[in-house]
C-alpha cells in the first residue's frame, strides 16, 4: 500500500523561509500537529479512493528544490483575461500571494477587505491539508460583505507551473453580516508544463436572513494538482445556493463541510465534474444538521470518458433534536467508456425521528435506444453523443446560481464535452 509521507525537515525549513507578517505562530502550530498526525493514507475512510501520492511526490520534490515561492512576474497573462470576460468586482490571488486590491474598482461599497496578517488568527487544528495549508500560507483574504451588493464578488486563484515544479497555498475567509445579499464567482486556473500542487481553504460565514449564491469553477491544467476544502455556516434563516463544476486537473479532491447550527437555513448545493484519460476527480461532502427545522439538498453529475476514476461521497448527519430537518441527496453518472470507473457512497446517519430525508444515486452509460433514433434522423455518432451528453449536464449547467457566469459555464462545458467525445472518436478510429 501506498504511503503518503511528506518531509518534515525540509517542510519545517521551508515554513522558516516564510515571510513572518505575525503568521509565524500559527504556522508553527499548524506545522506541529501535521507532524503529529500526518497526511491521510489509503486506510483512512474518507481517503480509500483517493492516493495522495502524487501530492506528496510534488510536495517533496517542490521542497527537496528548496521551496520557494514564485514571483508576481510568472503571473500569466489570463489574469487579466477572466475578470475581463465577467462582470464583476476582482480580487487575485496568484501563485498563493494575495492582491486585496479589487480590480477596476478604486473602491467596492458593501464590501470590506484585509488581509489575513492585518489580524492574525490563533491557529485551531483542522483537517490534515487544512493544517498543511496554516503551515506552509503566505498570507490570506478576508471579505466582507455588509449589504445587498449589485455585482458579483470574483476571486482568481491562478498559478503558473513555471520552469521548476510549484507547491501554492491559498486562504479565502467571507463573512456576509445579517440581511445581506452577494453573488460570489471562485475561478481556479493554472497554466505551465510543471507539476504542481495547489491547495485551498475558503470558510464562509453567513449572517441571519442573509442570502448567498456561490459558484465555484476549476478548470486547472491536466497534469496539476488541485485539493481544497470549503466550510460553510449558515445563521437563522440563512440561504445558501451553490454550484461546482470541475473540468480539469490530474488529481482533484474537493471537501465541503456544512454546519447546520441555526433553525430555518437553506442550503443547496450542485456539482458537475467532467473526467477524461488520466484524471481522478474526488468530490466528499458533509452536512451536519444539529437543530431543525432545517433544509439541504446536494445534486452531483459526472460525466467520464476513457481511463478516469470519479468519486462522490455524501453524508448528511441529523442529530439528536434536529427535527424538522429536510435532506436529500442525489448523485447520477455517466460513463462513456468501460475504463471509466466510479465510486459512489450516499450516507445518511439519522438520530432524530421527525424528519424526511432521502438519497440515491446512479450509473449508466448512453441510452442506446437515444442513440439509434439520433442517428437515424441524420446524426453522426459523435455528434449524436454529444447531444446526449449536453442534455445530461445541461440542467445543472442552467442552474448556476450567478447569472453573471451562466455564459462561461455554458462555453466551458460545451468545449470539455466536445474534447471528452473527441478523444472517443479518436480512439475508436484507432481499434
Not at 479512493?49 to 510534488?58: A, C, G, K, N, R
Not at 521551496?67 to 489570463?78: V, Y
Not at 478548470?219 to 440561504?239: D, E, I
Not at 446526449?388 to 442552474?399: E, I, K
Request: aromatic share 4%.
Amino acid at each position: 500500500m501506498k504511503s503518503a509521507t511528506l518531509d518534515i525537515d525540509r517542510l519545517r525549513e521551508a515554513v522558516r523561509q516564510l515571510p513572518n507578517r505575525g503568521l509565524a505562530p500559527s504556522r508553527e502550530a499548524a506545522l506541529a500537529h501535521l507532524d503529529e498526525h500526518g497526511l491521510p493514507t489509503l486506510r483512512d475512510e474518507d481517503w480509500k479512493y483517493t492516493d495522495l501520492s502524487p501530492l506528496v511526490d510534488i510536495s517533496n520534490r517542490w521542497l527537496h528544490a528548496g521551496g520557494h515561492q514564485p514571483t508576481s512576474a510568472d503571473r500569466p497573462d489570463i489574469a487579466d483575461a477572466i475578470p475581463g470576460s465577467i462582470d464583476a468586482i476582482w480580487f487575485v490571488i496568484a501563485d498563493g500571494a494575495v492582491d486585496a486590491t479589487p480590480i477596476g474598482h478604486s473602491e467596492a461599497r458593501g464590501i470590506q477587505v484585509s488581509r489575513l496578517s492585518d489580524a492574525p488568527p490563533q491557529f485551531a487544528a483542522g483537517r490534515p491539508l487544512a493544517d498543511l495549508n496554516a503551515a506552509l500560507r503566505q498570507d490570506g483574504l478576508r471579505i466582507r460583505i455588509t449589504e445587498r451588493l449589485d455585482k458579483p464578488v470574483g476571486i482568481l486563484l491562478i498559478d503558473r507551473a513555471g520552469a521548476n515544479v510549484g507547491v501554492t497555498q491559498s486562504y479565502i475567509e467571507i463573512e456576509v453580516a445579517p440581511d445581506a445579499s452577494a453573488d460570489l464567482i471562485e475561478y481556479h486556473v493554472s497554466d505551465g508544463e510543471q507539476d504542481h500542487y495547489a491547495n485551498s481553504v475558503l470558510t464562509l460565514n453567513i449572517g441571519e436572513a442573509a442570502e448567498v449564491r456561490h459558484v465555484r469553477i476549476q478548470n486547472r491544467a491536466k497534469r496539476h494538482v488541485q485539493t481544497g476544502r470549503t466550510s460553510v455556516v449558515p445563521g437563522r434563516n440563512a440561504a445558501l445556493r451553490m454550484a461546482s463544476y470541475d473540468l480539469g486537473g490530474a488529481l482533484i479532491r474537493n471537501d465541503i463541510d456544512i454546519d447546520l447550527g441555526q433553525p430555518g437555513a437553506d442550503v443547496s448545493f450542485d456539482g458537475l465534474y467532467l473526467a477524461g484519460d488520466g484524471q481522478h476527480i474526488d468530490n466528499h461532502t458533509r452536512v451536519d444538521h444539529r437543530v431543525g427545522p432545517a433544509t439541504s439538498s446536494q445534486e452531483y453529475r459526472g460525466i467520464l470518458n476513457g481511463k478516469c476514476r470519479c468519486v462522490w461521497n455524501g453524508k448528511a448527519i441529523v442529530h439528536k433534536g434536529a427535527d424538522g430537518t429536510d435532506a436529500r441527496q442525489a448523485n447520477h453518472n455517466l460513463l462513456l467508456s468501460e475504463k471509466a470507473e466510479i465510486d459512489a457512497k450516499p450516507e445518511l446517519e439519522i438520530y432524530a425521528d421527525d424528519v424526511k430525508c432521502s438519497h440515491g444515486t446512479t450509473v449508466g452509460q448512453l441510452d442506446e435506444k437515444a442513440l439509434f433514433y439520433l442517428r437515424s434522423r441524420g446524426l453522426g455518432k459523435n455528434h449524436a453523443t454529444r447531444v446526449l451528453t449536453h442534455a445530461f449536464a445541461a440542467d445543472l449547467v442552467q442552474r448556476a446560481p450567478v447569472t453573471a457566469v451562466t455564459g462561461t459555464i455554458t462555453d466551458l462545458v460545451e468545449s470539455r464535452l466536445g474534447e471528452l467525445i473527441e478523444a472517443d472518436f479518436i480512439a475508436d478510429l484507432l481499434t
